[in-house]
């Protein structure tokens, strides 16, 4: 592996981090809160840390897939290092563990936080804290490969080992080209949710980086209560419509502004995710009416808002569904492990492996009583390959095995089932609440330590779907090829 090659590429992708902190230096200049100076030797930190290691590892090659490995890995945890920086400079988060934590669940898009007083904090640093959502979101790595061919570097790996989900579209024989319009219905559809949102009675700060937080599907919020502060169902149905938007394949979104309308129904995984939301909502919805005093399009807008924003992993709350009866709350725990579509920046398992698997459950009945029948899993009318449905099994198993690793650990430091359990799936869902001492308007901080650092590699790994991460633990990756 070309370690050149490596450094000077994530010294690229660093460079985009400080060149987004200026953004937030300038939101901090406007409020004048007193935070821009922070902020400010944020930026200088990672700029000198990212030009120095360009500078260094000027001699480089073309990427293989091994360094592609590493680069996604490694850049995802120095963001994580540089987002982390305005949180200390600026005193916000003084902790370097909570600051760790909060900005690595902020490039995760996990949402889940250690701040109990979120409205404490100078605006420059809660644009910050929203703003590495977005970049998330779609992921810097993507935005960085639209731009690094033309510094000489290729790109193709890191996308493959950066897009989410089990299979990655090109829209374009270019790959540069594919993140260029990923990036612009990502912006497009933010635009479009800030000034619906302003619409609505919000300012341009709040709407701005609860659009952020939406569109990646992250769920940082400048309220303490987040959506619920507002108090406004228009506000929460404009949520609604762009949380379900975000857990859809960007590629059906871009086939959609083409002209392709029907692309949409024709696309299995989206009929499979759709169905599963509405399911899952007239359940709860049913089970609510049945025993609560609430108002009918009250609850089936708490529902709907609350199925999505774990199902697609935002991690927003409009109401506490701790308060629920316990059957809608395992309901929307299942949720959280499905998660969105392929290609949408939502996490979990996604629901195309969720298909396939229930797919394969029934293939494996089926050959039970036909054991010489010849039948194929099939996605859009395509057979699905064994290998892919192998690596989908392979994929649910390393799931479950960190979960139950992560359940135990979080038990040796006395923390209880329900919090355990959940906090696990919501950081490897990248969801963000949980229950128990995690649940929708509580946080992270009163978890030990320990438990940060645990969580915090559970929220990486997620993000990256484990094996991009898993394979730098193997001896083999080591080994001079």
Not at 75 to 103: H, K, R
Not at 152 to 170: H, I, N, R, S
Not at 189 to 197: G, K
Not at 305 to 322: C, K
Request: neutral net charge; contains cysteine.
């Amino acid at each position: 592996m070309n370690i050149r090659s490596v450094l000077r590429t994530i010294g690229f992708i660093l460079l985009f981090v400080a060149a987004s902190m200026l953004l937030s230096v300038g939101v901090a200049l406007i409020y004048g809160d007193g935070d821009a100076s922070g902020i400010l030797i944020a930026t200088l930190v990672t700029a000198v840390v990212a030009i120095t290691s360009i500078y260094l590892n000027r001699q480089h090659r073309e990427l293989d897939v091994k360094e592609g490995f590493a680069i996604v890995t490694f850049s995802w945890i120095l963001m994580s290092v540089a987002g982390m920086l305005p949180y200390l400079f600026t005193g916000s988060i003084p902790d370097l563990t909570n600051a760790f934590f909060e900005s690595a669940s902020g490039f995760t898009t996990t949402g889940a936080t250690i701040l109990a007083d979120v409205e404490s904090l100078p605006h420059g640093v809660l644009f910050w804290r929203s703003f590495t959502h977005w970049i998330g979101g779609m992921g810097i790595v993507v935005l960085s490969i639209a731009i690094l061919p033309f510094l000489g570097v290729g790109g193709m790996q890191l996308f493959k080992t950066e897009a989410p989900g089990p299979t990655t579209d090109k829209l374009t024989p270019r790959i540069r080209d594919t993140a260029s319009l990923l990036w612009g219905i990502y912006a497009g559809l933010t635009l479009l949710e800030t000034l619906l949102l302003m619409f609505g009675g919000m300012d341009w700060f709040d709407a701005v980086t609860h659009s952020f937080a939406t569109l990646a599907t992250g769920g940082f919020s400048t309220k303490n209560t987040s959506i619920a502060y507002f108090q406004s169902p228009y506000i929460e149905w404009v949520v609604i419509i762009f949380m379900y938007l975000a857990g859809i394949n960007f590629t059906l979104h871009y086939n959609a502004l083409r002209g392709k309308l029907n692309s949409y129904w024709k696309s299995s995984e989206f009929r499979f995710f759709s169905g599963s939301m509405l399911f899952v909502v007239a359940i709860i919805v049913i089970v609510r009416l049945m025993r609560e005093d609430t108002g009918f399009m009250a609850v089936i807008r708490e529902s709907m808002f609350s199925a999505l924003s774990v199902g697609t992993a935002t991690g927003f709350a409009n109401s506490d569904f701790e308060l629920w009866p316990l059957v809608t709350q395992i309901l929307l725990v299942s949720l959280m492990v499905m998660g969105g579509m392929a290609g949408s920046t939502a996490g979990g398992m996604k629901s195309m492996r969720v298909h396939v698997l229930m797919q394969q459950a029934r293939l494996d009945l089926y050959h039970l009583i036909h054991p010489h029948a010849i039948y194929k899993i099939r996605q859009d009318n395509k057979v699905i390959p064994d290998d892919v449905v192998h690596n989908i099994l392979v994929f649910f198993f390393v799931y479950i095995l960190m979960m139950t690793i992560s359940t135990v650990l979080l038990a040796f430091l006395d923390i209880d089932p329900v919090t355990g359990i959940t906090a696990s799936i919501a950081c490897l869902s990248n969801v963000g609440p949980g229950l128990g001492r995690v649940g929708p308007l509580d946080n992270y901080s009163q978890l030990p330590n320990a438990a940060k650092w645990i969580l915090t590699f559970m929220m990486i790994a997620g993000r990256l779907e484990f094996f991009t991460v898993l394979v730098l633990f193997t001896r083999k990756y080591w080994e001079k090829s």
